[in-house]
C-alpha cells in the first residue's frame, strides 16, 4: 500500500500534541494569532468597502451632479464709509442647463432652484440649504421618506406651499419645536412641512425641499444682502443641476461632455461637479491598498508564526531521533516519516489556524464597535485563512520532515 | 535461510575504519545463533546489515537465495518489515502508544487494516504472556515487561528471523533468565534466532556460538 491511514497519523499526530499541551499551545499561538489579524483585517476591510460603497451608491451611480457656490473671489467688499450696490451673478445658467441638454440628449437632466432667503422656525434661525426641484428629482437618488409624504407635480402646478425637509434637519427643527405639520418660515413665506425624507446628496444633510415653481414664483432668482452701508446683489440663476445617464458606462462621457462646457462658460470656480461613480472608483482604490496594507501586516504576523512551528517542530524531530530509527526497523519507509511529522505540522497549524478564525471572528464586533463602521466576516476569509494555515504547515514543516526522513536508520537508533 | 558472502563493512573515517572484515556466515532456517565478541568488535553492524538497516560496503547478503544488498531504501524498509523482526537492549517502544499499538507498529507499515492489527498483537501478546498490559503506556511496565513487549513486536509480522541485540543487557540476572527462556521457547516453536550477547553463561547454552574480533568471524 502507498499512503498510509492518514486519520491514524492524524489521531497520532494529535495525540503527540496532547502530551505536551503547553509545548502545543505555544506553538499554536504564533498562527492563531496570525488568522486571527487575518480574519479581522479583511472583516474590517470589506466592512469599511460596504459602507463606502452604500454611502455613494446612494448618490446614484449614474448620476453627475452640478452644484453653484460661492466663488471664492465674491466675498463682500466693504469700504468704509460710503453707500455701495453691487451685483454678483455666479452659478450655473440657463444657458448651461440648454447646452448640457443639448449635449446629451439621452440623458434624464434635473434642475434644482436654489431659494438663498434666510430660513427661521418659530422665529429661530435655522441653517439650512433651500431648493426648488421637480417632483422627478427624487427619483434620481435613492430617497427614502422618513414620514410623512414627497412632493407631487400637483403641489408644483397648484404652487402649494409646502417643503420637504431632510432627516438632519428634522431632527433639529423638532428641537427647536417644529413637529409633524408644522410650519417654516424661509424669507417672509410661511411653509407647511409635509414630509421628511434620507436621501444623499453630496452636499450634505441639511437641506428644505420645495416645488420648483413655487421657488421660482416666490423667490427669484436675485437675493439681496444688506450689509452696513451696502447693499449686495447675488443672483443665481440654476441651484442644482442632476444629469442622470441611462448607464454607467455613460458617466465618463458625459462628465467630460459636461466639463467641457463649464470650463468654455464659467471663468471662475463656481460650479462644482460631483460624480459618484468617480468617487466610487476612487474609494474602492484607497480601499484596496487599505486592505492589502492590513492583511500584508496580518501575513507578516501569520509568517513568524510559521517561523516559529518550523522552529518547534525541528526540535521535536530531533527528540524524536530513536523513535524514528526505530520505525524505520519496523519497515517505515522515508516517505512514511516524511508524512509523519508533515502530518503532525499540518495538524499543529490548522488546529492553530481553526482557533484564529474563532478569534478572529469574536474580535470583529470589539473593532466594530471602536471604528464606528460594520465589519463583515465572509465566508471567503475563513476559507482563505484555513487554507493558508493548511500551506503554513505544509511549508514549514517539509524541512523537520525532511531532516527526519533522510535520517539513517542505524545512526538513529543508537542516538541517546 | 540467510546468507552473507564475503560481507566487509568499511567506514570513511581517519583513513578508513574497516568493521567486518570478509565475513561469510550460513543461517540456516530454525537456527538459534548466538554471536559474541568485545563491544566495538562489529557485532552489532553484522546484525544490523543483517536486518537489512545498513548496507555492506562489499559482499553478498541474501535471504532464501535472494539477493538483496542492491534494493533501494523503499523496497528495502518493505522487506526489512517483512523478513525481520527487532528485539533491542533498550527495548524502544514508542513512549506515548500503548502495549497493543506498539506491537501493531510494524504492521501498520505494511498497510495491515487495523482489526487484523488489534488480533494479531493481541495474539503476538499472548505468546510472550503480556495480554493483561495490552493498554497499558510503555512507563507503567517493568524492564522485564518491557523487553516481552518488544520480543512481541518482533513476533507479531511472523518474520523469517528474530534478530536481538544483548536483549537482556538491561535487565536483572533474573528478568533477562526470563526473557532468554521466552527466546528458547520460540527457538522451540521453529523460529530463526540470532543473538548477541555479552553473557558467557547465556552463550553457552545457544546450540551455535561465533565469535567476532576485529571484525573477523570465528566460529567455535
Redesign the interface.
Known amino acids: 500500500m502507498d499512503i498510509l491511514w492518514p486519520v491514524e497519523l492524524v489521531s497520532d499526530g494529535l495525540r503527540n500534541l496532547w502530551r505536551h499541551k503547553l509545548r502545543t499551545v505555544l506553538t499554536m499561538l504564533g498562527v492563531l494569532c496570525g488568522v486571527a489579524a487575518v480574519i479581522t483585517m479583511l472583516a474590517i476591510g470589506e466592512g469599511a468597502q460596504r459602507t463606502v460603497l452604500r454611502e455613494i451608491s446612494a448618490l446614484g451611480l449614474q448620476n453627475i451632479i452640478l452644484n453653484s457656490v460661492q466663488p471664492p473671489s465674491t466675498s463682500v467688499e466693504s469700504s468704509s464709509g460710503g453707500h455701495r450696490a453691487s451685483l454678483f451673478r455666479y452659478g450655473l445658467t440657463e444657458k448651461d442647463v440648454a447646452l448640457i441638454r443639448g449635449a446629451c440628449p439621452t440623458a434624464r437632466v434635473s434642475v434644482a432652484h436654489q431659494v438663498k432667503d434666510k430660513v427661521h422656525a418659530r422665529g429661530e434661525r435655522v441653517d439650512a440649504r433651500v431648493l426648488g426641484v421637480d417632483p422627478g428629482y427624487f427619483g434620481l437618488f435613492s430617497t427614502r421618506v422618513v414620514r410623512g409624504r414627497l412632493l407631487t407635480p400637483l403641489d408644483d402646478s397648484r404652487r402649494h406651499q409646502v417643503v420637504l425637509v431632510t432627516q438632519g434637519l428634522d431632527a433639529d427643527l423638532r428641537r427647536s419645536g417644529v413637529v409633524d405639520d408644522g410650519f417654516i418660515r424661509i424669507g417672509w413665506q410661511h411653509f407647511k412641512v409635509v414630509g421628511v425624507v434620507d436621501l444623499a446628496v453630496p452636499d450634505g444633510d441639511r437641506i428644505i425641499f420645495m416645488p420648483y415653481h413655487v421657488a421660482r414664483a416666490r423667490y427669484g432668482t436675485t437675493t439681496v444682502q444688506r450689509e452696513a452701508g451696502s447693499i449686495e446683489f447675488t443672483r443665481t440663476d440654476v441651484g442644482q443641476v442632476v444629469v442622470q445617464v441611462a448607464d454607467e458606462n455613460e458617466v465618463p462621457g458625459t462628465a467630460r461632455v459636461i466639463q467641457r462646457i463649464l470650463d468654455t462658460h464659467h471663468r471662475v470656480y463656481d460650479v462644482t461637479m460631483s460624480v459618484p461613480l468617480d468617487l466610487l472608483r476612487s474609494k474602492q482604490r484607497t480601499q484596496r491598498i487599505l486592505s492589502l496594507v492590513l492583511v500584508s501586516i496580518a501575513a507578516i504576523s501569520l509568517l513568524v508564526g510559521g517561523i516559529g512551528i518550523m522552529n518547534i517542530m525541528l526540535a521535536i524531530v530531533t527528540e524524536r531521533i530513536p523513535e524514528i530509527g526505530l520505525r524505520r526497523a519496523l519497515g517505515a519507509r522515508r516517505r512514511d516519516i516524511l508524512v509523519q511529522f508533515l502530518i503532525e505540522t499540518v495538524t499543529l497549524s490548522t488546529v492553530g489556524g481553526a482557533l484564529g478564525c474563532l478569534v478572529g471572528t469574536a474580535a470583529v464586533p470589539i473593532a466594530s464597535h471602536w471604528l464606528e463602521w460594520q465589519g463583515v466576516v465572509t465566508a471567503q476569509s475563513i476559507l482563505l485563512s484555513l487554507v493558508v494555515s493548511w500551506i503554513v504547515g505544509v511549508v514549514f514543516g517539509l524541512a523537520p520532515a525532511a531532516r527526519a526522513a533522510r535520517m539513517d536508520p542505524v545512526t538513529a537508533l543508537r542516538h541517546e | 535461510m540467510i546468507s552473507l558472502q564475503h560481507i566487509t563493512k568499511t567506514y570513511a573515517v581517519g583513513g578508513g575504519l574497516t568493521v567486518l572484515d570478509d565475513v561469510c556466515l550460513e543461517i540456516g532456517q530454525g537456527e538459534y545463533l548466538g554471536i559474541v565478541g568485545p563491544s566495538g568488535s562489529g557485532k552489532s553492524t553484522m546484525l544490523?546489515i543483517m536486518?537489512l538497516?545498513?548496507r555492506p560496503t562489499s559482499g553478498q547478503l541474501s535471504f532464501n537465495d535472494r539477493p538483496v544488498h542492491a534494493l533501494d531504501?523503499?523496497e528495502l524498509?518493505?522487506l526489512?518489515?517483512?523478513l525481520v523482526g527487532?528485539v533491542?537492549q533498550s527495548f524502544?517502544l514508542?513512549p506515548?502508544l500503548s502495549v497493543s499499538e506498539n506491537v501493531e507498529?510494524?504492521l501498520?507499515?505494511?498497510?495491515v487494516p487495523?482489526r487484523e492489527r488489534r488480533e494479531r498483537a493481541a495474539r503476538a501478546l499472548a505468546e510472550v504472556g503480556m495480554s493483561a498490559r495490552r493498554r497499558h503506556v510503555p512507563s507503567q511496565l517493568s524492564g522485564g515487561e518491557r523487553q516481552r513487549t518488544a520480543i512481541a513486536?518482533a513476533l507479531v509480522?511472523e518474520p523469517a528471523l528474530i534478530l536481538a541485540d544483548e536483549p537482556t543487557g538491561n535487565l536483572d540476572s533474573r528478568t533477562g533468565g526470563d526473557i532468554v527462556a521466552l527466546l528458547e521457547k520460540l527457538h522451540g516453536e521453529g523460529r530463526t534466532i540470532v543473538m548477541i550477547t555479552h553473557d558467557r553463561e547465556i552463550a553457552s547454552h545457544l546450540p551455535r556460538v561465533v565469535h567476532i574480533r576485529d571484525g573477523k568471524l570465528e566460529e567455535s
Open positions: 544490523h536486518g538497516l545498513d531504501d523503499r524498509s518493505t526489512r518489515g517483512r527487532f533491542f524502544h514508542v506515548q507498529l510494524p501498520f507499515y505494511q498497510g487495523r513486536r509480522t
